[in-house]
């Protein structure tokens, strides 16, 4: 069974920094994309930032395009979501995904294993 960990999420100022981990238990991740998806109050899960299995191809949603970077290290079954530059509408929380496909996807119903979610919270 496959488990996805979410971590690093809380309480920052605009134009601050946070580091999303996201680790992977039950089955390796090297030949899965992994994601991140984020979801505030009342809202959809909205699709982040993707990462191909080996990291050379990425692909970011037009509001964070310039300040997050997604990231992965395969020898942790792990993947990582650098934010810099936060404003209070990326507050939301914040879900790792992963699937056994080679070209990254934007839709949820795409991803076959979810994290359970990690809070981030931005103030003005």
């Known amino acids: 069974q496959v488990q996805l960990v979410e971590s690093g999420g809380g309480l920052v100022q605009a134009g601050g920094s946070l580091r999303l981990s996201c680790v992977a238990s039950g089955r390796t991740m090297e030949t899965h994309i992994m994601a991140w998806f984020r979801q505030a109050p009342g809202k959809e899960r909205d699709f982040v930032a993707g990462i191909s299995w080996n990291g050379r191809n990425t692909d970011y949603a037009d509001d964070v395009k310039g300040r997050f970077t997604i990231s992965r290290d395969n020898g942790k079954n792990a993947v990582f979501l650098q934010m810099n530059n936060l404003k209070p509408e990326d507050a939301a929380v914040y879900f790792c995904?992963?699937?056994?496909?080679?070209?990254?996807?934007?839709?949820?119903?795409?991803?076959?294993?979810w994290g359970q979610g990690t809070q981030v919270t931005v103030s003005s």
């Open positions: 995904a992963a699937d056994p496909r080679y070209f990254i996807a934007r839709e949820v119903r795409t991803y076959d294993w």
